[in-house]
């Protein structure tokens, strides 16, 4: 697969490609700085570029490279390779935007300014964090850095996936895999049931005397109903899901013993995947934009953040569900939120909008199903659009998961192609 | 560009368009920005979805609004199952119209 070689920041945001430019948009000079250069970061970086063209735009991310998350779990199957997951984020100067590859530690609200690792400060007028999810490494008793080594996550792509590869095709014909899903929210809601349906994929055409047991802390989830239904007909000896009402919840692990315990049981794991809890990344709560819960309130209109002004938050790590933590979220806030950046900074009011959000999933190379939501902003609060959104349809033909397939990989494509390309 | 005629629901997009092709901005500017900031926020949805070289999801380009709002409102008022079902039913009739304008303007990537 090809990706378009990087082009002018015109190509690519369609959605964008109409928009006027009014006079205050094209002479404003304000200092936009974007932290993470993932799926909404780069995103915004490109449309304030686009919006106005001469302010002075500074994308920070501590890497030249992105793995992305989505399709990620298609490695564990085979499907694909971290090399198709990887894309480069550098070379942007050429568009006229800042890069600066270092780590963000934190941001100076006060005199706004974001403080990069080696001390530096970058002056803002505004700021967009887009810093994605860390892990809640005292949220899982034994579950530690050292632990995903033996126990991956997988759940930031890069080398825990290929990890997780490794130890599913050394794994004897007969191993027993497991997967602990945290309680939500956490980042893309379908990926462990995605994940555990390529899984159980793998080992029904490859170790068929194996099979997957998924501990899950939740009772219900994203797609439940297709992805029971898909299991059920594809997986019926190779995957099992246990809900936190039968004991489900993992509580403590232990990498030395490959053992998960739950309340009432301790479970001898061949592999074990576990996907700890997580909250805002930790510059979130360094700047004072992450509440008590973790995650980053945030006005749904202007994604500017609830507790520090001129502070805006997007993707994985702001508050906005029912939005769910997907790419498809964070690509498109960040397409609205510099929008509405654009419009703030020359001195008009955010606007009200309707958002999307579309995610597919795989049941098996092949075979997808999808979700979509929809969504008001008004007053500041998402809402979800009564009589809009939905699943697909339970009962269906394989030829219509085998379209939806390939819908999937067209919407990577585009999604890629806009946010990196 | 000739102007086409345009219905009264999407006169404010329809100028707003007209701006975006290097017509002179209006007094109005800050006005007619109000229903396109709303009507760019909603197509930002689309290209998270619908690049150029799509097959299984078709590219936009090169379409007429006309086709646009048919397809739209065929979704919006059919009972599909589909992606495009389900968001569909999420727009109005008149958002469908302005939304079909404004990405029938939006220029060849």
Not at chain 1, 254 to 283: C, G, Y
Not at chain 1, 304 to 322: K, N, R
Not at chain 1, 378 to 398: K, T, V
Request: aromatic share 6%.
């Amino acid at each position: 697969m090809t990706y378009p070689t990087r082009r002018s920041l015109l190509a690519g945001l369609g959605a964008l490609a109409a928009m006027p430019l009014p006079k205050a948009f094209a002479q404003n000079d304000a200092r936009i700085v974007i932290v993470g250069a993932g799926f909404g970061g780069s995103t915004a970086a490109k449309a304030l570029k686009r919006l106005l063209p001469n302010a002075s735009i500074t994308l920070i991310d501590p890497s030249e490279q992105y793995v992305s998350c989505p399709f990620s779990n298609l490695i564990l199957s085979g499907e694909r390779t971290v090399a198709d997951q990887t894309f480069s984020i550098s070379g942007w100067g050429s568009e006229g935007i800042n890069q600066i590859t270092a780590r963000a530690d934190t941001v100076d609200p006060a005199s706004r300014n974001v403080i990069l690792e080696d001390g530096a400060a970058v002056p803002y007028d505004k700021l967009i964090l887009a810093p994605g999810v860390s892990f809640r490494w005292d949220g899982l008793e034994g579950y530690t850095p050292e632990a995903s080594e033996r126990m991956p996550h997988a759940w930031k792509a890069g080398p825990q996936t290929v990890l997780l590869r490794r130890q599913l095709e050394e794994m004897e014909n007969g191993g027993v895999v497991y997967m602990s899903v945290p309680a939500a929210p956490y980042r893309c809601p379908p990926g462990p049931y995605e994940r555990a349906s390529l899984i159980a994929h793998y080992l029904k055409t490859r170790k068929p005397r194996s099979k997957l047991i998924v501990l899950d802390s939740k009772t219900t989830f994203s797609k439940m109903p297709l992805f029971q239904y898909a299991w059920a007909e594809l997986y019926p000896d190779h995957l099992e899901w246990i809900s936190a009402a039968d004991d489900g919840r993992v509580s403590r692990v232990d990498s030395r013993t490959m053992t998960l315990e739950t309340d009432f049981d301790t479970h001898a794991t061949s592999v074990a995947n576990v996907i700890p809890a997580q909250k805002a990344a930790t510059i979130a709560e360094r700047s004072g934009v992450a509440d008590q819960t973790g995650w980053c309130p945030i006005d749904a209109v202007s994604f500017e953040s609830t507790l520090q002004p001129d502070i805006h938050v997007i993707g994985d790590a702001a508050i906005a569900a029912p939005m769910p933590k997907s790419a498809f979220s964070a690509n498109l806030q960040g397409k609205i939120c510099a929008i509405q950046i654009a419009r703030i900074v020359a001195g008009l009011a955010p606007q009200p909008t309707r958002l999307l959000n579309t995610c597919y999933s795989y049941t098996a190379p092949g075979q997808a199903i999808s979700i979509v939501g929809a969504y008001t902003n008004d007053g500041g609060i998402f809402q979800s659009i009564e009589g809009a959104g939905g699943i697909s349809p339970l009962d269906a033909p394989s030829s219509l998961r085998a379209a939806e397939a390939n819908q999937a990989t067209d919407w990577f494509d585009a999604i890629i192609s806009e946010t990196f390309g | 560009m000739t102007p086409r005629p345009v219905k009264p629901l999407l006169t404010s997009a329809g100028l707003l368009v007209l701006a975006a092709c290097g017509q002179e901005q209006s007094e109005n500017a800050n006005t007619n920005l109000v229903s396109t900031t709303e009507i760019a926020t909603i197509a930002a949805s689309c290209s998270g979805c619908h690049a150029p070289s799509g097959t299984a999801i078709p590219s936009l380009s090169g379409r007429s609004a006309e086709e646009l709002e048919t397809l739209m409102l065929d979704y919006r008022h059919g009972d599909g199952t589909t992606v495009m079902h389900l968001l569909a039913r999420a727009y109005s009739d008149d958002q469908i119209a302005s939304l079909s304008a404004y990405l029938a303007e939006a220029p060849a990537p």
